[in-house]
């Protein structure tokens, strides 16, 4: 069983930065791959990025990296836009990425992002 617990969230005004941390507790950290979601009250959850990837709407603005010796993964949100505003979920799966939440082993709670305009 792996555990993530994400923190970092919180309340930004339009246009500024937050960096999320998703911190996983397994020392097999480095064999999954890792992604981050998100979901806006009343829509589905939305791929956000992975390593290799990232959706059209955050391009340019996200990036996410990891550092496999302290077991974490890292989305730095840049430029930030209301539409921004989510509980941003971290994932892992065993197997490669994709950008259907379906299919991914582990999640974390959530943090709430909130931007105001």
């Known amino acids: 069983q792996v555990q993530l617990v994400e923190s970092g969230g919180g309340l930004v005004q339009a246009g500024g930065s937050l960096r999320l941390s998703c911190a996983a507790s397994?020392?097999?950290?480095?064999?999954?791959?890792m992604a981050w979601f998100r979901q806006a009250p009343g829509k589905e959850r939305e791929f956000v990025a992975a390593?290799?990837h990232s959706a059209d709407s955050v391009k340019g603005r996200f990036t996410i990296s990891r550092d496999n010796a302290k077991n974490t993964v890292y989305l730095q949100m840049n430029s930030l836009k209301p539409e921004d505003t989510a509980v941003y979920y971290c994932a892992a799966k065993s197997t490669y990425y994709s950008t259907s939440y379906l299919g991914y082993d582990y999640w974390g709670q959530g943090t709430q992002v909130t931007v105001s305009s």
């Open positions: 390593l290799s």
């Open positions: 397994t020392r097999t950290f480095s064999s999954y791959a």
